[in-house]
C-alpha cells in the first residue's frame, strides 16, 4: 500500500513500524543514550526506537526535544524515519537537525499500522509505502 504524505525533513529509510497513538515529548520520555522509552505513563514505555519507522500523531513538550532528538542521531539510536499526523516545531527541527526522514499529512488511520510492519518513508517523493504481510 502507498500513501501520499507532506515532507518535513528530507531523505529515505525502511524499518519495522514502531506506533504510538499518543504524542511523544522527546524530553524525559525518551533517553538520549540507549533510544528507550523511559516514561512509566507512555504506551511505548520499555521500547526501543532505534532504526523503527517511529509512528506518532506529533510532538509536545520542550523545544530540548529537538536535541535530544539529535542526541539519539549521534548515538546511533534514533529512529530511521518518522512519520506524524500533524507535526509541530520541536519534531520537525530535531528531524531536520538530525537528517531524519519525517512526513506528515497522512490520517489518523496510519496509527493503526501494526508493530514490526516494514515501512519505507520516501520524504522526497512524499510517499509512504506500507509493505502488506
Same mark, same amino acid.
Given at each position: 500500500?502507498?500513501?501520499?504524505?507532506?515532507?518535513?525533513? +528530507?531523505?529515505?529509510?525502511? /524499518?519495522? %513500524?514502531? &506506533?504510538?497513538?499518543?504524542?511523544?515529548?522527546?524530553?524525559?520520555?525518551?533517553?538520549?543514550?540507549?533510544?528507550?522509552?523511559?516514561?512509566?505513563?507512555?504506551?511505548?514505555?520499555?521500547?526501543?526506537?532505534? /532504526?523503527? &519507522?517511529?509512528?506518532?500523531?506529533?510532538?509536545?513538550?520542550?523545544?530540548?526535544? +529537538?536535541?535530544?532528538?539529535?542526541?539519539?542521531?549521534?548515538?546511533?539510536?534514533?529512529?530511521?524515519?518518522?512519520?506524524?499526523?500533524?507535526?509541530?516545531?520541536?519534531? %520537525?527541527? /530535531?528531524?531536520?537537525?538530525?537528517?531524519?526522514?519525517?512526513?506528515? /499529512?497522512?490520517?489518523?488511520?496510519?496509527?493503526?499500522?501494526?508493530?514490526?510492519?516494514?515501512?519505507? &518513508?520516501?520524504?522526497?517523493?512524499?510517499?509512504?509505502?506500507?509493505?502488506?504481510?
Amino acid at each position: 500500500m502507498e500513501i501520499s504524505c507532506h515532507k518535513i525533513s +528530507s531523505g529515505s529509510a525502511s /524499518g519495522p %513500524a514502531l &506506533v504510538s497513538k499518543e504524542s511523544i515529548s522527546f524530553l524525559g520520555t525518551v533517553d538520549p543514550d540507549t533510544g528507550k522509552v523511559v516514561d512509566p505513563q507512555h504506551q511505548l514505555c520499555g521500547e526501543d526506537i532505534g /532504526g523503527k &519507522v517511529l509512528i506518532f500523531p506529533g510532538g509536545k513538550g520542550s523545544t530540548v526535544g +529537538s536535541y535530544v532528538i539529535y542526541q539519539l542521531k549521534k548515538r546511533g539510536v534514533a529512529p530511521a524515519a518518522m512519520i506524524n499526523i500533524r507535526s509541530e516545531p520541536i519534531v %520537525a527541527v /530535531g528531524a531536520i537537525i538530525s537528517a531524519i526522514p519525517l512526513v506528515d /499529512g497522512v490520517s489518523e488511520e496510519i496509527l493503526a499500522t501494526k508493530d514490526g510492519t516494514i515501512v519505507t &518513508v520516501d520524504a522526497n517523493r512524499e510517499l509512504i509505502r506500507i509493505e502488506e504481510p
